[in-house]
């Protein structure tokens, strides 16, 4: 894998070739539909789980990365659709995420200090009323604006809220 490093006492990055790395990791998901169970009456239409684990050998000795080997470390997902009334419904999304290795955080108080990335929660929210071949939403993901980075110092959008119209022209194709 190709990356960007230095030493901790070098100001200038270096292309380099890493040549060895081993990356293993599982993944594991469930999806429940309590509606088959407790009949079509019932509020919640889905529940869902999903986690994603990730270990990579990190020998680039004293070398900084700028990103290869800063992937997820731990992903979970959680997810909850519930119908209200009248064909209103609302999804609900949690998410944790902690990632490998560290970055150079430049702000106006600390210019270039390297710094772990730090595990964060993000929560996105869509309410939602179909009505035909119509669906009208609004939806807020990262609703509690966390701040937080991608790889190699990359600042991640705050709270975004967006609304729409999704109109289905396959409504009257069987399925």
Not at 41 to 60: G, Q, W
Not at 137 to 149: C, H, I, K, Q
């Amino acid at each position: 894998m190709i990356d960007w490093v230095k030493s901790p006492l070098e100001t200038v990055w270096r292309s380099m070739n890493l040549t060895e790395v081993n990356v293993a990791g599982f993944e594991i998901s469930g999806k429940w539909f309590p509606r088959k169970t407790y009949g079509d009456h019932f509020p919640i239409t889905s529940i869902s789980v999903d986690y994603a684990y990730l270990s990579a050998d990190k020998n680039s000795g004293l070398l900084m990365s700028k990103y290869v080997l800063d992937q997820l470390r731990h992903k979970l997902d959680i997810g909850l659709d519930h119908q209200i009334k009248w064909g209103l419904g609302a999804t609900w999304r949690l998410s944790y995420q902690s990632r490998y290795g560290q970055y150079q955080k430049w702000d106006n108080a600390q210019v270039g200090n390297v710094v772990s990335y730090k595990p964060f929660w993000l929560a996105d929210a869509r309410i939602y009323w179909k009505y035909s071949i119509f669906t009208l939403y609004a939806e807020a993901t990262n609703l509690f604006d966390v701040e937080y980075f991608d790889n190699a110092n990359v600042p991640q959008p705050g709270r975004w809220v967006k609304a729409g119209l999704k109109v289905d022209f396959n409504w009257n194709k069987k399925k």
